[in-house]
């Protein structure tokens, strides 16, 4: 089982940039592949990003182009790096993680706010 806590978040004007950080706990967090999921006020939750525990990275078409996923497993953080903010942004952004290489992701984080004024 893994814990997330999500930090970073705030407010930031539009073409700005924020830098999320993701931290788990436990030992295997080598083993989880990791997303990076957003809900806007009154919209579902929707997937942004993703890195799989073998590295490889997968983008939403909104993401492609400003937003960047990595990780450190020494540090058992994945980050999530956004550039050239836009208002339609703005949400709630929620880590998440999967073992390997199942489809469902079991585990979330709280979330953080995310803010982007025009």
């Known amino acids: 089982q893994v814990q997330l806590v999500e930090s970073g978040g705030g407010l930031v004007q539009a073409g700005g940039s924020l830098r999320l950080s993701c931290a788990a706990s436990?030992?295997?967090?080598?083993?989880?592949?990791m997303g990076w999921f957003r809900q806007a006020p009154g919209k579902e939750r929707e997937f942004v990003v993703g890195i799989t525990w073998r590295g490889y990275t997968y983008y939403l078409d909104s993401g492609k182009g400003r937003f960047t996923i990595s990780r450190d497993n020494a540090k058992n953080t994945v980050y999530l790096q956004m550039n050239m903010l836009k208002p339609e942004d703005t949400a709630v952004y929620y880590c998440?993680?999967?073992?390997?290489?199942?489809?469902?992701?079991?585990?979330w984080g709280q979330g953080t706010q995310v803010t982007v004024s025009s």
């Open positions: 998440a993680a999967r073992e390997r290489d199942t489809a469902v992701y079991d585990y």
């Open positions: 436990g030992r295997t967090f080598s083993t989880y592949s």
